[in-house]
């Protein structure tokens, strides 16, 4: 089965702070994907990537960027973190079509003071 | 666009009860529909899926009809246990392969 592994499960940084969220997968898929989900909102997709130095604006990406430098690596960049980025953000894969739906990480939590 | 919409919880049970969590959806032609779980402190889980009109997804006791005529996909199972205690989410995928998601239905099962 595949792998996906995100670097933090928990996360504080103050307001302002450059924050980088780590997603590797331990197979060579193509799309990559970065949500984050709030209470009573479910999960909204900020990212996503079908391929290496390939990025794709989802539905909320103000505030955030991402890098993807390597096929297995996707990374979610804070660049300046604002309190109301408080969330659970959740990293996830997709292989074999939309059929197949996708494997997602644990999450990480990041609280910003 | 597409879009998901589940009932709202939270969802109280005890033990043994039938569970339905509603589920429907706005979509053009034939999405792809699926159901993770989320128990506490973990990611999303895959727990079943149907890709064409009338097939029946199932898993773990759950099931859910991929009823095109309703736009629905409600989830069922017969008789909950205390470890079906999670956050349910309804999605679908169509075309591009992105997710969307209904907002998620919280479910408690009493012992």
């Known amino acids: 089965d595949v792998k996906v592994t995100q670097s933090s499960r928990y996360l504080v940084k103050r307001t302002g702070e450059k924050v980088f969220l780590e997603c590797v997968q331990d197979?060579?898929?193509?799309?990559m994907f970065w949500y984050r989900q709030d209470p009573g909102l479910g999960l909204r997709l900020i990212y996503f990537?079908?391929?290496?130095?390939?990025?794709e604006k989802g539905d909320i990406p103000e505030g955030y960027s991402v890098s993807r430098e390597k096929k297995e690596r996707f990374s979610l960049i804070l660049e300046s973190a604002s309190t109301n980025q408080t969330s659970m953000y959740l990293c996830?894969?997709?292989?074999?079509?939309?059929?197949?739906?996708?494997?997602f990480g644990s999450g990480t939590r990041l609280t910003v003071v | 666009g597409n879009s998901v919409t589940q009932m709202e919880g939270p969802v109280t049970l005890s033990e043994e009860a039938f569970l339905t969590i509603n589920c429907t959806y706005t979509a053009t032609g034939y999405p792809s529909l699926f159901w993770y779980v989320q128990y506490p402190g973990e990611g999303l889980q895959l727990l079943l899926k149907a890709t064409k009109a009338d097939d029946k997804g199932s898993n773990k006791g759950f099931e859910a009809t991929y009823r095109k005529e309703t736009t629905s996909f409600h989830l069922e199972k017969g008789s909950v246990q205390v470890s079906d205690s999670a956050v349910y989410f309804c999605?679908?995928?169509?075309?591009?392969?992105?997710?969307?998601f209904g907002q998620g239905t919280r479910l408690t099962i009493n012992p």
């Open positions: 197979m060579d898929h193509e799309n």
């Open positions: 999605a679908l995928s169509q075309g591009a392969q992105k997710l969307v």
């Open positions: 996830a894969i997709s292989y074999g079509g939309g059929a197949h739906g996708y494997t």
């Open positions: 990537s079908y391929d290496v130095k390939m990025k």
